[in-house]
């Protein structure tokens, strides 16, 4: 999608630069009036396509995607890896899952301990003579 199809599908004129907040406003505007939900049975494909392209020049214009702008270049590879190339960005997903692991760990140690312990409390308040029971 070109930029001047993007901003006259939200309704600004063709050479204008708009603001995110204008932006988002448009497309908050758009979608309320193009919404399939609102349309019967059989003008919902055509809403949804309407909808689609309304979505995508919204995307457009918040991105700042412009030919030969840097700032979507470098916004592309962060949105698509994490992290951008040029300050070193490596896939690192064992430093994202260590948490997670000790997280995991740690509650099933403690609720282990916690049985365990009212276990040992449950069989010294009613003791079995019961050979065959633990």
């Known amino acids: ?3 001047d199809e993007a901003r006259i599908l939200l309704g600004f ?9 204008q932006v988002k406003e448009a497309y908050k505007r ?19 396509s309407k909808f689609k392209l309304i979505s995508e020049a919204y995307s ?7 030919r030969g702008d ?5 916004y592309e590879r962060v ?3 994490g992290v951008p190339v040029s300050q070193g960005g490596r896939r690192n997903h064992a430093l994202i899952k260590l948490p997670f692991l000790f997280l995991i760990l ?3 140690s403690l609720g282990g301990l916690n049985v365990s312990r009212a ?9 079995s003579h019961n050979p065959f029971l633990p």
Do not use: C, I, N
């Open 1 to 3: 999608m070109q930029g």
């Open 13 to 21: 004129s063709p050479g204008s630069r708009p603001s995110p907040s």
């Open 30 to 48: 758009k979608v309320w009036d193009s919404h399939p939900d609102l349309f019967p049975a059989h003008q919902k494909s055509q809403a949804e």
């Open 60 to 66: 457009f214009l918040l991105s700042g995607a412009r």
């Open 70 to 74: 840097s700032h979507s270049a470098s």
């Open 79 to 81: 949105v698509r890896r």
């Open 106 to 108: 740690g509650t099933v």
């Open 119 to 127: 276990y040992k409390k449950q069989k010294e308040a009613y003791p």
